[in-house]
């Protein structure tokens, strides 16, 4: 009994392999479906009926076969096959498309609230450091280093030469890095109920009206704005939309919906998410015109000018959805 038990299984094993060549095309054509390389009908219903036979198969390759290559096997086809079904084909150009024509301007929407006010907090920061600077220069010494302020009593701006001390290739890298972190940082500072993002805003807005109340009041202020100009729009822009992410991430902890903190707070990350992604890619453009437009003496005011006010409207097309706008249905 033993001797035909052994020989069952080995014939059940022999006619279970003999089926390779059909997991084999189910599996290209699972393959197909899910890189969209297909749209025939019949060939979706032949991918149904190889679900079945893969889900038959592999139960009994689990009891015939179960510590071999070919139960693995059976097993990865299967879970290509069950994805390919239930998920559909991902397409990186339509995934791209649905997130800057869709999730990034209703993510902009949803911040528009928190936007207003982080603007308001950035505005009215940069106007303290520039008042007070303005009437106690010393103060300076509160954000500016003392090279920074050697440099500027000495009639020369900071940015003056910076091309020949580092490559712009190496000065870009080194903005936008720079850039997205402290945007990422003002976005992750709303966890402490929107105080952090409330700091980081409140800092940068102040440093910036001191550093212009102090240059201005040795004549420099024309050259710092002609060097902000090109890249200042939209950076500056970019840090108060990290901020209402962040503000909206503050909201949600403290004043939590009926469903729940938890609840709200995934809410307002995912609803002002998308908008991040728009951020650094906006961030690394800024850092771009930074190390190679802003420090070089060779574009005058009036191309800073177009150049920022340029790349600010391609920002506002882009967070509108104007720049790559969805398809018709």
Known sequence: MAREGALRRQALRAQLLQRAASWRQAQARAQRFEHGRSDDVAEAVRLADDYRLL?????????????????????????????????????????LRTLFAEQVPAAVRFLRPYLQWTLAIFVLAAWAGYALVHRYPELIALVASPDLIA???????????LLNIVPSSVLSVTIFTNNITVSLAAFCAGLVFGLGTLYILGLNGFMLGAVFAFV????????LLSF???????ELSVMCLSGAAGAALGEALIRPEAEGRIATFRAAAERGGP???????LLIGA???EG?????????????LLIGLGYFALMLALLSGRLLPARRR
């Open 55 to 95: 889900a038959h198969d592999l139960a009994r390759a689990r009891n015939l076969l179960p510590d071999t290559r070919t139960r693995e096997y059976l097993e990865s086809v299967y879970a290509r096959a069950h994805a390919t079904l239930h998920d559909g084909a991902w397409h990186w150009r339509s995934a």
């Open 292 to 304: 190679y437009v802003s420090p070089n003496p060779a574009f005058g005011l009036p191309l800073r």
């Open 228 to 234: 902000i100009i090109p890249h200042g729009f939209v």
């Open 151 to 161: 440099s500027v009593e000495q009639g020369k701006l900071w940015t003056e030469g």
């Open 287 to 289: 850092g771009l015109i």
């Open 275 to 281: 908008a991040l992604l728009a951020c650094v890619l």
């Open 216 to 223: 201005s009041a040795h004549g420099l202020g024309v050259d």
